[in-house]
């Protein structure tokens, strides 16, 4: 059983910063790869960030240059760093992660959401 956990949502301001956290728990031996999405409602879900097995990174071209993904292997956490946030970003935020288990089988999970609102 794995359990994901996600935190770091909320109402800023443009041009501030938010980091959300997505942390796996129970029967994992490591992330393999990692992904965030975001989702308004009345859109398709839409990838924003991911990294690879290898750490191999990559952006949607409206967060590049703005967005950080990364991975902490001894926390199995992954995380987003979003600097100079825009109304535009306002979306609920949704952690995907590929993840290895004890027994060695991949499976890929899914957060629970956080919501991240821009507006002055």
């Known amino acids: 059983q794995v359990q994901l956990a996600e935190s770091g949502g909320g109402l800023v301001r443009p041009g501030e910063s938010l980091t959300l956290s997505c942390v796996a728990s129970g029967n994992v031996f490591a992330i393999k790869a990692a992904d965030w999405y975001r989702q308004v409602p009345g859109k398709e879900r839409e990838l924003v960030a991911s990294?690879?097995?290898?750490?191999?990174?990559s952006y949607a071209d409206s967060v590049k240059g703005r967005f950080t993904i990364s991975r902490d292997s001894m926390k199995n956490a992954v995380y987003l760093h979003m600097n100079s946030l825009k109304p535009e970003d306002t979306a609920v935020y949704l952690c995907h992660l590929q993840i290895m288990s004890n027994q060695f089988q991949n499976s890929d999970y899914w957060g629970q959401g956080t919501q991240v609102t821009v507006s002055s």
């Open positions: 990294i690879t097995v290898r750490s191999e990174l």
